[in-house]
């Protein structure tokens, strides 16, 4: 008997968005039948002092300071350019999220937020990983954070965003847009697991 793809929705609790994306794709998933799906809260998964920082220096960020957001929004926008310190940072921080999809192997993994994105990316280029990767952008541009190497798909809010992704490199055929949770376009099992 065959074994149901295994799909690992990943998100990031740091932001609504990010978790009701990853919620609406579970459903999607789960009403195809077709694959076994989990839906993992990743900052669940990373250092205590990362969490922190993370859950409150951003909303605080967010929320007394909007200008120095934009402003370190704007000086990351770098396409294909990101940071040695920060990437080894990340993964420093993330070894238990890298553990579990070490462990997990999943079939297909979704991430709706670019902290579990780039550390796919980052296991998959290492051999560590063979699973197909998938990115749902769950804001309206995508930011250079979003951008990995190995992500078979990327779905994305807007046909713009569709069409800036493909002049930074990107090839077409690896950018839906738009997407809805809701519609068989987005639920990227055969798509993203054949890589067709």
């Known amino acids: ?21 990853a919620q609406a794709l579970q459903r999607a998933f789960t009403d195809r039948g077709d694959c076994v799906v989990e839906h993992i809260d990743t900052i669940r998964y990373v250092s205590k002092l990362f969490q922190r920082i993370y859950e409150k220096a951003y909303i605080s960020m967010v929320r007394r300071v909007p200008e120095l957001m934009g402003v370190l929004y ?4 770098q396409p294909w350019n990101h940071p040695r310190r920060r990437l080894a940072m990340d993964r ?33 280029t290492k051999g560590k990983l063979r699973a197909r990767h998938a990115i749902v952008v769950t804001d309206y541009d995508v930011h250079a954070l979003w951008l990995c190497r190995t992500v078979d798909r990327y779905y994305i809010a807007l046909p713009e965003s569709a069409e800036y992704i493909a002049r930074i490199g990107v090839p077409a055929k690896h950018a839906v847009a738009p997407w809805h949770a809701e519609s068989s376009v987005c639920v990227p099992v055969g798509v993203a697991l054949t890589g067709g």
């Open 1 to 21: 008997m065959k074994t149901k793809p295994r799909v690992l929705l990943l998100s990031a609790s740091s932001g609504a968005g990010h978790v009701r994306a």
């Open 74 to 77: 704007d000086r990351t926008d």
């Open 92 to 124: 420093l921080n993330t070894q238990p999220m890298i553990r579990m999809l070490k462990r997990m192997q999943p079939d297909l993994c979704v991430a709706t937020h670019f902290l579990p994105a780039e550390i796919i990316a980052w296991l998959i």
